[in-house]
């Protein structure tokens, strides 16, 4: 699983940061690519990427501020020009239905694939064999969600030379028993997966919220996630902006990963007002309360690999 953030500043676009959009790579867990926020140019951002505007099949909104949903009709249009052909489904408060259909219909634009709108609420928004998404309420000026990306647990590991004892031989069905499957052999025994696998494997669990005030359903959907994508406008000398806003100082997002136990925090919905010289000082008052924090930066991207957060 990757994170690569496309936008990471607040309210409008500036030199160093670009509006809110992440993206949530799942290839390798054969998902695709999941986007949460569209912010304005988030389609240009793209561009210095290599990820394909066809490859993303969901689309997380949290909230309608326009920093968060500016680019959608351009990235719409652009990933039917490019050639897409999946369906592509949007998440969303209730709202986002009628602004992307009118903002569609306004503009004449013919999309070449199937798109599919579900106005959220709280509560589990999506669930296959792989991955849940729950949703819950945060604290903003306008109703804006979090979402929690949980991972169902992966199959244990395959013991080889426990099969091989047990007379399964080289081939298919050691991925059928690696899969959960029992299998017959050639003199009739049945040898069971359970047997010849190990205990299966916590898969990761991630939380990336929307802009809000400190609130208690922030901590209850970090709640013991391996990686926290939390807002940070502003620093804490300016809280009292924070909270006439509805936003969230460096000092919160860092108290909300405390109290969630979780293992990794990325701040990220920078505002304008903070120069490249100052995120040092970011970083010093978040790590103060909660040491393993990031800072993300347009084009930061991270990997998780053997439950550690890695930047690349």
Known sequence: MELFFLGTGAGMPSKQRNTSSLILNL????????MFDCGEATQHQLLRTSIKPRKINKIFITHLHGDHIF??????????????????????????????????????????????????????IFEDDQFIVRTQELQHVIQCYGFRIEQ?????????????????PKGPMLKRLKDGEDVELDDGRIVYSDDVTGEPQSGFTV?????????????????????????????????DLAKD????????????????????????????????????????????IFPNIHIA??????????EQLIKK
Request: charged share 20%.
């Open 71 to 124: 680019g959608l009709p351009g990235f719409l249009g652009s990933r039917s020009f490019l050639g897409g052909e999946e369906e592509l489904v949007i998440y969303g408060p209730v709202g986002i239905r009628e602004w992307i259909l009118t903002s569609l219909r306004v503009t004449k634009t013919h999309l070449t694939y199937p798109l599919k709108i579900e106005e959220i609420e709280e509560g589990v």
């Open 207 to 239: 939380a990336v919220l929307g802009d809000t005030q400190y609130c208690s359903s922030a901590v209850e959907l970090a709640n013991e996630a391996d990686i926290l994508v939390h807002e940070a406008t502003f620093d804490n000398e300016t809280g």
């Open 27 to 34: 290839s390798a867990e054969q998902a695709g690519y999941w």
């Open 152 to 168: 169902k647990p992966l199959p244990g590991k395959l013991l080889v030379e426990k099969a091989f004892e047990s007379g399964v």
């Open 297 to 306: 930066e347009d084009f930061s991207h991270f990997e998780w690999v053997n």
């Open 245 to 288: 806003y509805g936003h969230s100082t460096i000092g919160d997002a860092a108290r909300t990963a405390e109290e969630a136990n979780v293992k990794a925090l990325i701040a990220n919905h920078i505002s304008a007002r903070f120069m490249p010289a100052d995120i040092a000082n970011l970083q010093e008052q978040g790590s103060t």
